[in-house]
């Protein structure tokens, strides 16, 4: 109870901030159409100096409806995940993971505006998923499972299959979020330990091998009252003979 008030407990913000980046790109496209102009410019250029400012504000730029609306969906569900199951370390990834799927992409992408969301989204599949099976923690591997599952094809995207699609984007924070994966470790909840799984651990002190003899026979230790002597009750077991359980 105490691991899940610190680790996954349900707040406004697991809502709140998804909602409100969903809500941002949005009100960039609505802008583009109000205003009649066209904000590609601030995309990642790769290897250029003007290119650098789409770090920060490429992921709020799209192209059109449709890839302002394939972009939401997954964006408002992943960020919602991150921001629920690793609450100690959500800005962390966003901050770092945007910044370094930015820089990627401005190394690794071709002579174009990339623009849009769907390379944090590829960051965040990156880390949840990867993380998840790190941690070793059950939430956090079902969690793992659940995002390869619904967005496992997403995959695919990371090769160049369409020109238009900015293949190098979505390599670059797929990347990003694997590399923060394994280097984030503090803040991640840890799987519940037993004792016998301590490096200190000794047989000889653990109450509850003391109850089994040499052979693994369950040994009950009985004081009686007001005495000093000790019974001995041994359970052993032993099939019951069918023969003699027929004739009864």
């Known amino acids: 109870m105490q691991e899940k008030e610190a680790h996954f407990k349900f707040n406004t913000g697991v809502v709140g901030y ?17 205003l009649g102009v066209s904000f590609n410019h601030f995309g990642v250029y790769p290897r250029t100096v003007t290119g650098l400012r789409g770090i920060v504000f490429s992921p709020f730029i799209h192209s059109d409806i449709s890839h302002l609306w394939h972009n939401t969906l997954p964006l408002l569900i992943l960020s919602a995940a991150l921001f629920f199951f690793y609450q100690k370390n959500t800005w962390k990834v966003l901050c770092i993971g945007v910044l370094l799927t930015g820089f990627l992409t401005w190394v690794l992408g071709r002579p174009a505006n990339h623009i849009g969301a769907s390379g944090v989204i590829y960051m965040l599949f990156g880390f949840l998923f990867f993380k998840g099976i790190l941690a070793k923690h059950f939430r956090l591997i079902a969690l793992s499972f659940v995002v390869v599952f619904v967005y496992g094809s997403m995959v695919m995207y990371v090769l160049p299959i369409d020109p238009k699609i900015s293949w190098e984007g979505h390599l670059s924070g797929l990347i990003s979020g694997i590399v923060l994966a394994f280097v984030i470790k503090k803040g991640v909840v840890q799987p519940e330990r037993y004792t016998w799984e301590s490096e200190d651990y000794n047989p000889e002190d653990d109450e509850f091998l003391k109850h089994f003899d040499e052979n693994g026979n369950f040994i009950e230790n009985v004081t009686q009252e007001n005495s000093e002597e000790q019974i001995t009750v041994m359970y052993e077991y032993k099939p019951i003979d069918k023969e003699s359980k027929d004739n009864k």
């Open 18 to 34: 998804p909602l409100l980046f969903v809500l941002l790109i949005w009100i960039v496209f609505w802008l583009e159409v109000r």
